[in-house]
């Protein structure tokens, strides 16, 4: 899979990340001197599952890497840190290519929990904030609704001789362009 390929086959997602970073930045906007995130805080790092356009969009990335910051990566996949992989000195190493759920940490994310609508953020951010309009919150089923149909747009573009799994690890996902040379045709 070539980079122009990559390009084509990655728009929609890249699409979806640039309409939830342009809802982050309103947010920001709006709530001036209300947001705790800063570089630093890993407060929301955790080993996350991607779909996989995710990956294959995150193993792009790392695959840019320069040679020092991918053996410091490979070096904490060997030692089975429990963190994220990318994560080293608490600072996201690929953090301009994090996936939407990295993006949406911390901001107020609407969501149904069987009847109940619930919003959730970070108790470190909005402090004294008690309630929010509708257009400062993302709506987590509408984000996963439409990540979920662009993966499936994705899966139907490729073609691929092993079957691929539903959701892939970070650690997993970094050598997956590698891994999938001459298993996944266009
Ligand atoms: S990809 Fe980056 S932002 Fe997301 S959990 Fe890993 S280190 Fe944190």
Not at 2 to 28: P, T, W
Not at 63 to 86: Q, T
Not at 100 to 117: A, E, M
Not at 128 to 157: C, H, M, Y
């Amino acid at each position: 899979m070539n980079l122009d390929c990559q390009s084509h086959l990655l728009k929609n997602y890249f699409d979806l990340l640039n309409r939830v970073d342009a809802h982050i930045q309103q947010v920001e906007k709006n709530y001036p001197g209300k947001i705790a995130c800063k570089k630093g805080c890993d407060s929301c790092c955790r080993p996350i599952n991607l779909f996989p356009v995710e990956a294959v969009a995150l193993s792009a990335a790392f695959g840019k890497l320069d040679k020092f910051s991918k053996e410091l990566v490979m070096a904490g996949l060997e030692k089975k840190a429990k963190d994220c992989p990318l994560l080293i000195n608490r600072q996201c190493l690929l953090y301009g290519a994090r996936p939407i759920i990295c993006r949406t940490h911390g901001y107020p994310l609407y969501f149904k929990k069987k009847i109940k609508s619930m919003v959730d953020f970070c108790p470190k951010n909005f402090k004294g904030v008690t309630s929010f309009p509708r257009e400062a919150l993302l709506d987590l089923e509408q984000l996963n609704i439409l990540l979920t149909a662009i993966n499936k747009q994705f899966l139907v573009s490729i073609e691929t001789t092993k079957p691929i799994a539903d959701r892939i690890p970070v650690s997993k996902a970094l050598g997956l362009l590698d891994e999938i040379k001459g298993d996944w045709f266009l």
